[in-house]
């Protein structure tokens, strides 16, 4: 099966004319490795231009709302986003939690408004550096419970398009990556969560967290891991290219 790389540009670039010369840059290197699937998670404004539209089948969101339609400024639904082409969307981002007060219930009905729509969810789940502290089996436990949380009310027959991240918080935006042994065991950890509990038997499941062209080769070493959510590796055209060229598996 081939590796997935989702690129997470956050709020970058800064304009329309930087955020198309990201786009073609990143697609360029990617069409040069055969080996992996790509995707950009690009702030929403771009997603209607007509740059991003002819390119829809690599983007994604980077949220949505839980709420169909209505008085909700600022907000924008999953419906919206497949209206403009768009196939997958980021749910559960720590930066979501932390500056927008979202929890496992607010996630839980993203999913359900992603699926309605026709979107495929990119689900992040990970824990704080307190609980890494106290070990792996506590942190096993931390994800089984916001897997459980997050998806108890989704048909059983759609979590399998849910594509699952291990994002542990305190790798975000971090000096280093997770070691990838630790990764792999807690996404074995959460494969067997995921078959146990719902019945599925391939997810897939990425990791992310300070992933860049230095530690690529290590991460995708590790069979469990499915992909990468890349942030700031993402957003440099030469990190970008660093992080493809060594993604060859
Ligand atoms: P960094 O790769 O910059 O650590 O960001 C990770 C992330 O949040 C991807 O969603």
């Known amino acids: 099966m081939k590796k997935l790389i989702v690129a997470n540009w956050k709020m970058n670039p800064e304009t329309i ?3 198309r010369s990201l786009l073609s840059r990143s697609l360029t290197v990617i069409s040069k490795n055969k ?13 209607g231009d007509a740059a991003f539209k002819k390119r ?6 980077q ?10 400024t600022g ?12 196939k997958y969307a980021i749910v559960g981002h720590s930066e979501r939690r932390e500056y927008f007060f979202e929890n496992e219930e607010i996630i839980a009905k993203k999913i359900q408004k992603c699926f309605e729509a026709g979107i495929r969810p990119i689900l992040c789940v990970g824990e704080s550096t307190a609980i890494r502290r106290k070990g792996l089996d506590l942190v096993k436990i ?17 979590i399998s398009k849910i594509v699952f ?3 542990p918080v305190w790798a975000v935006g971090a000096e280093e990556a997770d070691d990838p042994e630790s990764s792999a065991e807690l996404i074995n950890h959460m494969k067997s969560t995921l078959k146990e509990f719902f019945g599925l038997p391939k997810p897939k499941v990425l990791y992310g967290g300070s992933v860049d062209g230095s530690n690529i080769r290590e991460i995708f070493a590790q069979k469990p891991i499915d992909g990468v959510l890349a942030g700031r590796a993402s957003i440099d055209p030469g990190e970008f290219a660093k992080l493809v060229k060594n993604a060859k598996i």
């Open 165 to 167: 991240v291990y994002e």
């Open 63 to 72: 949220n949505v709302s839980w709420a169909e339609n209505g008085a909700l």
């Open 75 to 86: 907000e924008f639904s999953a419906k919206m986003l497949y209206s403009l082409g768009v």
């Open 17 to 19: 004319a930087e955020a």
């Open 56 to 61: 829809a089948k690599y983007l994604a969101g």
């Open 142 to 158: 931390y994800l089984k419970d916001q897997l459980r949380q997050i998806i108890a009310g989704t048909e059983h027959s759609l």
């Open 35 to 47: 080996s992996i699937d790509f995707l950009a998670a690009v702030p929403t404004p771009y997603l």
